[in-house]
């Protein structure tokens, strides 16, 4: 396990094996041929340099710019042997060190010992240090059986004297990532490895961990309650389908925060088989059950003052003689019928039970997380998730949230035209539309159908920010990414303190 550390002693005296510290452009842009600005945190270094750590790193090539890593040999000018410049870009603030930070300590895997000398004079600062190297020091190693470089093992952030409320920030960086971790383990698992029951079983051991309470119905359970959207998302599948429900309370609070997420463990698109090129990720679908078990698990430990319940709605969406049809009618937890045009898009049916499910707890807010639509990635991208409410206010705060979180999040609107595209012959609603566009919208239209009456409810699709499929970048690793984690804990965070 990786350790995380301050100290308040000069970084050009740590004895190390690399020290990481933070530049930025010198001139109004990169070319201008200013060399890079030294960031806090780097000056007792430039010292032990002579004053000429700018020009030996201008001369390397190193510009300051976001995700720039530059390595220069110390030659003995200090203990540690490898200095790392790491870019910061034109942004100021926390996510430019977090990014950094988690670029930089990445570049350094395989060493043992790794001092972050980037600006820490707050405690804002110490946690987006801490966060962005522990998150970028993310490894899933579980089935490599050859060589390969090992995580830093130990990790020092380095703050040049006491900062208020140092310690706190550092813990708290220390939850967010372990719990992020989490979920990303959880994402890259092989689906072989990880079925609906397994699911259920790793999220009953973080709650007796965490002390969470934990609620799991079998899919016997699931049939006798008349979980239709489960049950018929998961009787394709020989391993059949869970839902499992987090509880954490606190003595304090005054609102209820109720967090559904998505969790098919594995998506073949059923009898609407995806082609092959689209499915490999696919283990990444439960990505959104993911967030809501580590958000779950980092709330138990930060202990804010609201109650948060979690759903986790588990099925493995498999083509069998056994699997839902299309033009199969399913009837959803509470009684709305859904006639099924296409068995790929069932994410939304699972989420359609637990959605109604949730009613029953009197939440003040309802946030649902799904890797929902491949139509998110042609609106967003791959980084930023869609967010969508009934309440336009709501919509605006959890956005912001996600931003305050870190995570990038976009407001999209749910035009009430799209409905009639829902519309089926035979039942209440059909799970797809009839028209071609606007494809992550009529998603959460669909879920809004679902949303018990009165309930102020956000719906974020995260079907491209919850796999990197391209090269790591920032704090953000290949693979599983965690996303939505953190927002979540943002959000239920804020409105224990009102603001949300």
């Known amino acids: 396990m990786t350790t995380i550390s301050l100290t308040s002693t000069a970084p050009s005296a740590l004895e190390v094996d690399a020290i990481v510290i933070g530049i930025a452009p010198g001139g109004s842009d990169s070319s201008d041929g200013a060399p890079p600005r030294l960031a806090d945190g780097a000056h007792d270094i430039d010292r032990a340099f002579g004053g000429r750590l700018a020009t030996a790193l201008q001369a390397l090539g190193a510009t300051g710019k976001a995700g720039e890593i530059t390595k220069l040999p110390t030659l003995g000018t200090l203990p540690a042997p490898v200095l790392v410049a790491a870019g910061l870009g034109e942004e100021t603030g926390a996510d430019a060190l977090r990014r950094a930070s988690g670029a930089a300590v990445r570049a350094l895997a395989g060493s043992a010992k790794v001092a972050l000398a980037l600006p820490a004079g707050t405690a804002e600062e110490v946690g987006a240090v801490a966060l962005g190297a522990l998150l970028g020091n993310y490894s899933f190693g579980k089935y490599r059986t050859g060589e390969h470089k090992k995580p830093v093992a130990e990790l020092t952030v ?74 018929g998302v998961g009787q394709g599948s020989a391993r059949p ?19 559904v ?99 029953e707890d009197s939440p003040d807010l309802l946030v649902d997380v799904a890797t929902l639509t491949g139509a998110q990635l042609v609106a967003l991208g791959t980084r930023t998730c869609g967010v969508m409410a009934n309440d336009d206010e709501v919509r605006e705060k959890v956005v912001a949230a996600a931003t305050r979180a870190g995570e990038a999040a976009w407001p999209m609107p749910l035009p009430a035209e799209l409905r009639k595209g829902l519309e089926s012959a035979v039942a209440d609603i059909a799970n797809i539309s009839g028209e071609r566009w606007g494809g992550m919208l009529v998603a959460g239209i669909f879920l809004k159908e679902f949303v018990p009456e009165g309930v102020k409810w956000a719906h974020l699709d995260i079907a491209g920010p919850a796999f990197n499929k391209g090269e790591p970048y920032g704090e953000v690793p290949k693979g599983g990414t965690g996303a939505a984690t953190r927002t979540l804990v943002q959000i239920a965070e804020e409105v224990a303190a009102g603001t949300l």
């Open 241 to 259: 389908p869970r839902l499992v429900r987090l509880a954490y309370s606190h003595p304090e609070a005054a609102k209820t925060v109720v967090f």
């Open 261 to 359: 997420g998505k969790g098919i463990t594995f998506d073949t698109g059923g009898l609407s088989l995806k082609p092959s090129e689209a499915m490999d990720w696919m283990k990444s679908d439960m990505g959104g059950a993911g967030a809501v078990l580590g958000a779950l698990r980092a709330i138990a430990l930060l202990k804010p003052k609201v109650n948060v319940i979690g759903y986790l709605p588990l099925a493995e969406n498999m083509p069998s003689g056994t699997a839902q049809r299309p033009s199969d009618v399913l009837t959803v937890y509470g009684g709305k019928t859904v006639e099924v045009l296409n068995t790929d898009a069932e994410g939304r049916l699972v989420m359609a039970d637990a959605l109604v499910r949730s009613g």
């Open 158 to 231: 380095a703050t040049g004297g006491p900062v208020e409320d140092g310690e706190q920030a550092l813990e708290r960086a220390r939850t967010l990532a372990s719990s992020v971790t989490l979920v990303r383990d959880l994402v890259n698992t092989p689906p072989s490895d990880l079925g609906p029951d397994d699911l259920a079983q790793i999220a009953a051991k973080v709650a007796g961990e965490v002390g969470l309470g934990v609620e799991i119905l079998d899919e016997k359970a699931l049939a006798e309650g008349g979980y239709g959207g489960i049950v």
